[in-house]
């Protein structure tokens, strides 16, 4: 099943959903090197095809409106930054998902697969403990996201 029959099925359950806009590579390309990181193939795919936001209230962080430097809040850029900043998040981390400030979800660029993909870990930002396991890719991330919601 593919990422859209999954939105499809979120949708019929009722779930509303709200994207920013496909992404080109050069703007990822951009994030990229202002993290200072390589993202894997499936979440860079995730930003050519949505780029960011998802469920509303429980958006994926993406680059909004073409801007990959945009520092708000639901952009990989300004998560990230905040984050590293004010919870002293290890650099090789990037936040991909936060909706409580409290655990945030994030690409382990320091685990890189033979395929270019990066586990998805959970950082708990109060405890500033060792990042959990949460899914071996971002793909697979996406997939329990939406499939917890159909």
Same mark, same amino acid.
């Given at each position: 099943?593919?990422?859209?029959?999954?939105?499809?099925?979120?949708?019929?359950?009722?779930?509303?959903?709200?994207?920013?806009?496909?992404?080109?590579?050069?703007? $990822?390309?951009?994030?990229?090197? =202002?993290?200072?990181?390589?993202?894997? @193939?499936?979440? +860079?795919?995730?930003?050519?095809? /949505? &780029?960011?936001?998802? $469920?509303?209230?429980?958006?994926? =962080?993406?680059?909004?409106?073409?801007? @990959?430097?945009? +520092?708000?809040?639901?952009?990989? /850029? &300004?998560?990230?930054?905040?984050?590293?900043?004010?919870?002293?998040?290890?650099?090789?981390?990037?936040?991909?998902?936060?909706?409580?400030?409290?655990?945030?979800?994030?690409?382990?660029?320091?685990?890189?697969?033979?395929?270019?993909?990066?586990?998805?870990?959970?950082?708990?930002?109060?405890?500033?403990?060792?990042?959990?396991?949460?899914?071996?890719?971002?793909?697979?991330?996406?997939?329990?996201?939406?499939?917890?919601?159909?």
């Amino acid at each position: 099943m593919t990422f859209d029959d999954l939105i499809a099925r979120c949708e019929a359950a009722g779930h509303k959903f709200e994207f920013f806009g496909p992404q080109d590579d050069d703007k $990822i390309d951009e994030l990229e090197a =202002s993290l200072g990181v390589a993202l894997p @193939p499936s979440f +860079r795919a995730f930003l050519r095809r /949505y &780029g960011g936001g998802g $469920i509303t209230g429980e958006w994926i =962080s993406g680059i909004y409106k073409g801007q @990959p430097l945009l +520092r708000q809040a639901g952009t990989v /850029y &300004g998560d990230t930054l905040r984050f590293r900043e004010q919870c002293k998040l290890p650099p090789h981390l990037v936040v991909i998902y936060s909706q409580d400030d409290e655990v945030v979800w994030c690409l382990d660029t320091a685990k890189r697969r033979q395929d270019g993909e990066n586990p998805i870990v959970s950082f708990d930002v109060d405890a500033r403990s060792l990042p959990l396991p949460v899914a071996d890719s971002f793909g697979g991330f996406f997939t329990d996201y939406l499939e917890m919601h159909s």
